[in-house]
Nanobody
């Protein structure tokens, strides 16, 4: 049973930074793509960022390009999301996501099979 546990969310002022972490347990995910989605109140869940199994390829939603950086440490079975220059519209619950098969990330349809429980990010203006 794979478990994804997010941490690092919180309350920050606009222009500030946060770093989210997602630690996987139950199985090594070093051979699979991982990423992040978010869901704001009253809105559908949306893609934020993804990273290939090797870390060599990264993918971002247009709304976060240049501000967010996704990375991974396969030795720690962990994926990160560094969020800089945060805006109030980034306020959402952020979910970690991971594939269970090895495949290429193809946007906009990519979505992995495993989900974390989510961590709240609130950006005040």
């Amino acid at each position: 049973q794979v478990q994804l546990v997010e941490s690092g969310g919180g309350l920050v002022q606009a222009g500030g930074s946060l770093r989210l972490s997602c630690a996987a347990s139950g199985r090594s995910l070093s051979n699979y793509a991982m990423g992040w989605f978010r869901q704001a109140p009253g809105k559908e869940r949306e893609f934020v960022a993804a990273i290939s199994w090797s870390g060599g390829n990264t993918y971002y939603a247009d709304s976060v390009k240049g501000r967010f950086t996704v990375s991974r440490d396969n030795a720690k079975n962990t994926v990160y999301l560094q969020m800089n220059n945060l805006k109030p519209e980034d306020t959402a619950v952020y979910y970690c996501n991971a594939d269970r098969i090895r495949r290429i990330v193809v946007l906009p349809s990519w979505q992995g099979d495993y989900w974390g429980q989510g961590t709240q990010v609130t950006v005040s203006s």
